[in-house]
C-alpha cells in the first residue's frame, strides 16, 4: 500500500523545519566562530603582556613602544631605550613566540592522536613520541655541539626519526595486538621510561656543554628562544594547518562514528591515518627539537578546548591550538614570576599541572576502560 501524497500545506511545513534546522546549524556555527575569535584577541593580548614580565625594567609602556618602533621601523636613539627594544624584540618576543606556537603544535597533535586513536587519554607525551624526539635530538646534539647551521637540522632530524620510529612501534603493536585504550597507555609510559633512561645514559658520555645543553631538554624550556626556531615552527605551522584543517571532517568520521562507518562514508582511513600521524609526529618532533621535553599540553589542551568549544574537530583543531599556545605562555610566565629572579623551566610548570589533570581523566574515565 502506498503512503499518501503530502499536500501542498504540509511540503511547505516541512520545507519550513528544514529551513529552520539550517538556521540553527548556521547560528550554532557562528557562535563557535566568535568563541573562535575571542580565543584568539583573548591569547594575544595575554602573549603581549607576559613580555613585561622578569627582570630587566620592561614596562607595558616600554612593550608598546617597541611593538610601535618595530612597525614603524624606527629604532631608538637613546642608549637605554635602545636597551629595552633590543631586550623585547631580540629575548622576550621570541620566547613568547616561541611558547605560542610550541604549544599550539603540541595540542593539535593531541587532538590528532585522541581522534583518530579513538583514545581521550593519548598524546605526544602519553605515547612516548615526546620522549623519543627528545633523545634523538640529544644524539645528535652529542655528536654535532658547536657547529653552527648544522647543530639545528641535526637536531631537528634526529628529533625527527625518533619521534618517527617511536610512533610505528606503538600504531604497529596497537593494530596487530588490538591494544585497548589502557593498554596502549602502559605501552606508552614503558616507551618514555625507556627513552628517558637512554637520554640519562647520553649524560655520561657528554662533554661539560653538550651535558648542559642535555639537561636542558630533559626540562623543557623556552630560554635561550631564537628568530630562527620561532620562524621555523611558523612556517611549519603554516604549511600544516590548513590541510589538517581541510581533513578535519574526515578526523570527526573516524573518532565519532568508527573505522568501518567512516569508510562507508568515503574516508579512506588508512590513509588520512598516516598522514595526519605523520604530520602530528612531524610538528612534535620539531617543537621538541626546539624546547625539549614538554608533557602535558597535548593532553590537557584538547580536553580544556573541548570543554569549550566541543568535539568538532572543524572548530577543536583551531581552538585547541590557542588553548595550548595560551596554557605555555602562563607556565613560561608562571615560571618567571614564582622563584624569581630564577627562571623556572616551562616543562615543570606545565607538569606540575598536567599530572594531577591527567590522573583525574584516568579516574573519571576508569569504568570506560577494557
Given at each position: 500500500?502506498?503512503?499518501?501524497?503530502?499536500?501542498?500545506?504540509?511540503?511547505?511545513?516541512?520545507?519550513e523545519i528544514e529551513r529552520g534546522l539550517?538556521?540553527?546549524?548556521?547560528?550554532?556555527?557562528?557562535?563557535?566562530?566568535?568563541?573562535?575569535?575571542?580565543?584568539?584577541?583573548?591569547?594575544?593580548?595575554?602573549?603581549?603582556?607576559?613580555?613585561?614580565?622578569?627582570?630587566?625594567?620592561?614596562?607595558?609602556?616600554?612593550?608598546?613602544?617597541?611593538?610601535?618602533?618595530?612597525?614603524?621601523?624606527?629604532?631608538?636613539?637613546?642608549?637605554?631605550?635602545?636597551?629595552?627594544?633590543?631586550?623585547?624584540?631580540?629575548?622576550?618576543?621570541?620566547?613568547?613566540?616561541?611558547?605560542?606556537?610550541?604549544?599550539?603544535?603540541?595540542?593539535?597533535?593531541?587532538?590528532?592522536?585522541?581522534?583518530?586513536?579513538?583514545?581521550?587519554?593519548?598524546?605526544?607525551?602519553?605515547?612516548?613520541?615526546?620522549?623519543?624526539?627528545?633523545?634523538?635530538?640529544?644524539?645528535?646534539?652529542?655528536?654535532?655541539?658547536?657547529?653552527?647551521?648544522?647543530?639545528?637540522?641535526?637536531?631537528?632530524?634526529?628529533?625527527?626519526?625518533?619521534?618517527?620510529?617511536?610512533?610505528?612501534?606503538?600504531?604497529?603493536?596497537?593494530?596487530?595486538?588490538?591494544?585497548?585504550?589502557?593498554?596502549?597507555?602502559?605501552?606508552?609510559i614503558a616507551l618514555t621510561q625507556l627513552?628517558?633512561?637512554?637520554?640519562?645514559?647520553?649524560?655520561?658520555?657528554?662533554?661539560?656543554?653538550?651535558?648542559?645543553?642535555?639537561?636542558?631538554?630533559?626540562?623543557?624550556?623556552?630560554?635561550?628562544?631564537?628568530?630562527?626556531?620561532?620562524?621555523?615552527?611558523?612556517?611549519?605551522?603554516?604549511?600544516?594547518?590548513?590541510?589538517?584543517?581541510?581533513?578535519?571532517?574526515?578526523?570527526?568520521?573516524?573518532?565519532?562514528?568508527?573505522?568501518?562507518?567512516?569508510?562507508?562514508?568515503?574516508?579512506?582511513?588508512?590513509?588520512?591515518?598516516?598522514?595526519?600521524?605523520?604530520?602530528?609526529?612531524?610538528?612534535?618532533?620539531?617543537?621538541?627539537?626546539?624546547?625539549?621535553?614538554?608533557?602535558?599540553?597535548?593532553?590537557?589542551?584538547?580536553?580544556?578546548?573541548?570543554?569549550?568549544?566541543?568535539?568538532?574537530?572543524?572548530?577543536?583543531?583551531?581552538?585547541?591550538?590557542l588553548v595550548g599556545g595560551l596554557l605555555?605562555?602562563?607556565?613560561?610566565?608562571?615560571?618567571?614570576?614564582?622563584?624569581?629572579?630564577?627562571?623556572?623551566?616551562?616543562?615543570?610548570?606545565?607538569?606540575?599541572?598536567?599530572?594531577?589533570?591527567?590522573?583525574?581523566?584516568?579516574?573519571?574515565?576508569?569504568?570506560?576502560?577494557?
Amino acid at each position: 500500500m502506498s503512503a499518501p501524497a503530502l499536500d501542498d500545506a504540509e511540503i511547505e511545513q516541512i520545507a519550513e523545519i528544514e529551513r529552520g534546522l539550517a538556521r540553527g546549524r548556521r547560528r550554532h556555527g557562528l557562535g563557535k566562530l566568535l568563541v573562535l575569535g575571542g580565543a584568539v584577541a583573548v591569547t594575544l593580548v595575554v602573549t603581549v603582556l607576559t613580555l613585561q614580565i622578569g627582570a630587566g625594567g620592561i614596562t607595558p609602556q616600554v612593550v608598546v613602544d617597541a611593538l610601535v618602533a618595530k612597525a614603524t621601523g624606527v629604532a631608538p636613539s637613546d642608549a637605554q631605550e635602545l636597551r629595552l627594544f633590543t631586550t623585547v624584540w631580540e629575548l622576550r618576543v621570541p620566547r613568547a613566540g616561541l611558547a605560542l606556537l610550541g604549544g599550539g603544535a603540541l595540542a593539535i597533535a593531541g587532538v590528532l592522536f585522541q581522534g583518530l586513536l579513538r583514545n581521550p587519554l593519548v598524546s605526544p607525551f602519553t605515547l612516548g613520541i615526546a620522549p623519543a624526539a627528545a633523545f634523538g635530538a640529544a644524539l645528535a646534539l652529542l655528536f654535532v655541539q658547536g657547529q653552527g647551521a648544522s647543530t639545528t637540522s641535526a637536531l631537528v632530524g634526529g628529533a625527527l626519526v625518533t619521534g618517527l620510529g617511536c610512533a610505528a612501534i606503538v600504531l604497529g603493536l596497537a593494530a596487530t595486538k588490538k591494544m585497548q585504550p589502557t593498554t596502549l597507555i602502559l605501552l606508552g609510559i614503558a616507551l618514555t621510561q625507556l627513552f628517558t633512561a637512554l637520554t640519562a645514559g647520553l649524560q655520561y658520555i657528554a662533554n661539560e656543554e653538550t651535558l648542559a645543553a642535555i639537561v636542558r631538554w630533559t626540562w623543557g624550556t623556552v630560554n635561550g628562544a631564537v628568530w630562527y626556531q620561532v620562524v621555523t615552527l611558523a612556517v611549519l605551522l603554516v604549511v600544516a594547518v590548513p590541510y589538517v584543517q581541510w581533513r578535519s571532517s574526515a578526523v570527526n568520521a573516524i573518532a565519532f562514528a568508527g573505522d568501518d562507518a567512516a569508510r562507508s562514508l568515503g574516508v579512506p582511513v588508512s590513509r588520512v591515518r598516516i598522514e595526519l600521524i605523520f604530520v602530528a609526529v612531524l610538528i612534535t618532533s620539531v617543537t621538541i627539537s626546539f624546547t625539549g621535553i614538554i608533557g602535558f599540553v597535548g593532553l590537557v589542551g584538547p580536553h580544556i578546548a573541548r570543554l569549550v568549544i566541543g568535539a568538532d574537530h572543524r572548530f577543536l583543531l583551531p581552538f585547541s591550538a590557542l588553548v595550548g599556545g595560551l596554557l605555555l605562555v602562563v607556565a613560561d610566565a608562571v615560571g618567571r614570576i614564582v622563584l624569581a629572579p630564577a627562571l623556572v623551566p616551562v616543562g615543570i610548570v606545565d607538569a606540575l599541572v598536567g599530572a594531577p589533570v591527567f590522573l583525574y581523566l584516568i579516574l573519571a574515565r576508569k569504568r570506560s576502560f577494557g
